[in-house]
């Protein structure tokens, strides 16, 4: 697994936008997708957007338009710019990468951060 900080979140009106960092404390090369999901209060973890091998980003449907991936390879750093909050957005964003090795595949997760957008 990685270790994977994130910074960015915080307060935000609605309509405001924010941008979400997260980069792994130490490089690793087998780290084929990075993204981020989101969790809200009593509701399931979902996805937000994924960068696939530095490719192609998928975006959940609920984010096209208002969200974009990209990265700093100089520093290694995976950015989710989100625009147009609204109160719905309110959810703790949790960093994503997953590692291909040749004994499998590895999940990790940062430890999250609060986004609040207000109305």
């Known amino acids: 697994h990685v270790h994977l900080v994130e910074s960015g979140g915080g307060l935000v009106q609605a309509g405001g936008s924010l941008r979400l960092s997260c980069a792994p404390a130490?490089?690793?090369?087998?780290?084929?997708?990075m993204g981020w999901y989101r969790q809200a209060s009593n509701k399931q973890r979902e996805l937000v957007a994924i960068?696939?091998?530095?490719?192609?980003?998928n975006y959940a449907d609920s984010m096209k338009g208002r969200c974009t991936i990209s990265r700093d390879n100089a520093k290694n750093t995976l950015y989710l710019q989100i625009d147009s909050l609204e109160p719905e957005d309110t959810a703790v964003y949790y960093c994503y990468a997953k590692q291909v090795l040749s004994n499998g595949e590895y999940h990790s997760w940062g430890q999250g951060t609060q986004v609040t957008v207000s109305s």
């Open positions: 130490v490089f690793s090369s087998s780290i084929n997708a």
């Open positions: 960068n696939i091998n530095g490719g192609t980003t």
